[in-house]
């Protein structure tokens, strides 16, 4: 029989929708094309397949080959569809069993020698897998991040000819090594080596137990940042599948896996001069954002200020929804987005150099620098309102049933201390109401 089929997942966003591949062999001048919508790497595979397949000491047909990518109209890149397509024609040649195709999903790219190489998006692949039933056979590179799901039927391979085998019922590949995915804690910035700052300290406590959005006010070096990377040392551990989540984010993203660290909590700090394409995720083929990337972590914002309004202003709808839905002309990719923002500011442009009390300076020159940002920042006047406010104030934590902070003055904040802005009911920190408290006495 001149046609086989070979069974695929393309990578659509965290989704891997399934992709068909038929080959047919047909008379004629011999030559091989591929239609259904490839793009380049993909219309390159050709080249790839048929020097892999020689490689391996198997006969490539001196026919003419038609590859079909099958559904049409879904877009497909990369090089992740080597695998099958050279299965399908080996099955169409007679080279290999017909029914060894059955049941069994390919991800793998070949090189010339006929090696497989590591793909991205396989833990994606493997969770729709799952509901197949099928097994699926990946590169050996991918073994570890694939062993993550103990559920789904998963084997590894080095070469195409090993996976021949394999169909031809010749010799067995073996599963991932379950033993390899047991995380060792990793190294994670720990609470314990602050010393002081227990006001600063009660904060992240707070703000970690009831998943509450932060914003702290302070000049350099008064430990914004360093308070900020030990946040997600003291959250509460992921359970397995939001750790599942949070790899399968960063697997469609191309970051490496690592094996000691995959149930730590994500940490991402994007540097003021980000775009929004950067933090939200974008481009023709649509890739996970740093918003994405910090899916069940903190993504913290250091000088908020210096950020560009719109890149701001396009937090607004992930933080309330939890995912982000990417549209462009050809396709649509959405990416989950679960993450706690924390947010660092200078109360004043001038705010280095001195350490005189801000009470101290005339009126003008307080207010000025207290209204610090206000036209950067989305909804800025209710945070200058709650900043600059004298007398005392009491807010309570929704949801806690007691005050935490009590006798707030914010009017006497000095540039050697740290102010804490948080929400007290929303999912946003553009607004209020906000709890105001020196973090230093």
């Not at 050279?86 to 060894?100: N, R, T």
């Not at 314990?192 to 959005?213: K, N, P, T």
Request: aromatic residues 4%; charged residues 20%; glycine residues 10%.
């Amino acid at each position: 029989m001149s046609l086989a089929v070979a069974l695929t997942r393309a990578s659509e966003g965290v989704a891997a929708p399934l992709v068909t591949v038929e080959v047919h062999l047909s008379g004629g001048l011999p030559g091989t094309s591929i239609v259904g919508l490839p793009e380049a790497a993909v219309r390159e595979a050709r080249d790839r397949v048929r020097v892999a397949i020689q490689n391996t000491q198997f006969e490539y047909p001196n026919r003419r080959v038609t590859v079909n990518l099958a559904p049409a109209e879904l877009p497909k890149d990369g090089g992740r569809f080597d695998l099958a397509i050279a299965l399908g024609i080996l099955a169409a040649g007679g080279q290999v069993p017909h029914e060894a195709l059955k049941g069994c999903e390919f991800l793998g790219e070949l090189a010339l020698s006929g090696e497989l190489r590591p793909v991205p998006g396989v833990l994606p692949a493997l969770l729709r897998a799952r509901h197949g039933k099928r097994c699926v056979i990946v590169p050996v590179e991918n073994g570890q991040e694939a062993a993550l799901l103990g559920d789904v039927d998963v084997r590894v391979a080095r070469t195409l000819a090993e996976v021949c085998a394999h169909l031809r019922g010749i010799d067995a590949l073996p599963a991932p090594a379950a033993d390899t995915v047991q995380p060792d804690g990793g190294s994670v910035p720990d609470l314990a080596d602050v010393r002081g700052q227990l006001h600063a300290r009660r904060a992240l406590e707070i703000a970690a137990a009831g998943g509450h959005h932060l914003l702290m006010i302070g000049p350099p070096g008064t430990g914004k940042s360093m308070l900020a990377q030990r946040l997600p040392g003291i959250l509460p551990p992921m359970t397995d599948a939001e750790a599942i989540e949070a790899c399968a984010v960063r697997s469609v993203a191309k970051e490496p896996f690592n094996v000691h660290d995959w149930r730590q909590r994500p940490y991402r700090a994007p540097h003021h001069t980000a775009s929004g394409v950067a933090l939200v995720g974008g481009g023709s083929h649509p890739r996970p954002g740093e918003i994405s990337l910090a899916h069940h972590g903190v993504l913290f914002l250091d000088e908020l200020p210096e950020f560009d309004r719109r890149v701001l202003e396009v937090l607004r709808e992930p933080m309330e929804s939890g995912r982000i839905v990417i549209s462009r002309a050809a396709r649509q990719a959405e990416f989950p987005a679960r993450f706690q923002l924390v947010a660092a500011m200078n109360p004043s442009q001038k705010s280095t150099g001195t350490l005189l009390p801000i009470r101290t300076l005339p009126k003008s020159a307080h207010q000025s620098r207290l209204r610090y940002g206000r036209h950067r920042i989305s909804g800025g006047h209710n945070l200058d309102s709650a900043l600059s406010s004298g007398g005392a104030r009491r807010r309570t934590l929704r949801g806690h049933g007691r005050e935490i902070f009590r006798k707030c003055a914010p009017a006497t904040l000095i540039p050697s201390s740290i102010s804490l802005c948080t929400s007290a009911s929303a999912e946003q920190i553009w607004d209020v109401p906000v709890i105001v408290r020196s973090l230093f006495d």
